[in-house]
């Protein structure tokens, strides 16, 4: 089975940055995709980040230009920059696995997609 654990997440400025990690554990996942979602009080969970096995990645518009999505296969971990912050993005910070996605170039954004997750990080951002 696997677990999949995020750290990075605290409070922080407008303006600031933050990097996620999500450490996996129970299979390696250099072959999936790896995403990141995040949800917001009262809000349905979206689509933040994805990246492919190959180093491919698909962002929402809300992110673009400020977020970037990384992996390390090595230490099978996945990790999101965040950049240039706003209270907007403040939320819960998910990360999740595909299980249908080894060796596919496919990102799914839907979050019935997505078959294994964490149990989130929370990001705050105010003054």
């Known amino acids: 089975q696997v677990q999949l654990v995020e750290s990075g997440g605290g409070l922080v400025q407008p303006g600031g940055s933050l990097r996620l990690s999500c450490a996996a554990s129970g299979r390696t996942l250099s072959r999936y995709v790896l995403g990141w979602f995040r949800q917001a009080p009262g809000k349905e969970r979206e689509f933040v980040q994805a990246i492919t096995w190959s180093g491919g990645t698909v962002n929402a518009d809300s992110v673009k230009g400020r977020f970037t999505i990384s992996r390390d296969n090595a230490k099978n971990t996945v990790y999101l920059q965040m950049d240039s912050l706003k209270p907007e993005d403040t939320a819960v910070y998910y990360c999740?696995?595909?299980?249908?996605?080894?060796?596919?170039?496919?990102?799914?954004?839907?979050?019935?997609?997505?078959?294994?997750w964490g149990h989130g990080t929370q990001v705050t951002v105010s003054s």
């Open positions: 999740a696995v595909p299980a249908t996605t080894r060796y596919s170039d496919y990102i799914p954004r839907g979050s019935h997609e997505y078959d294994y």
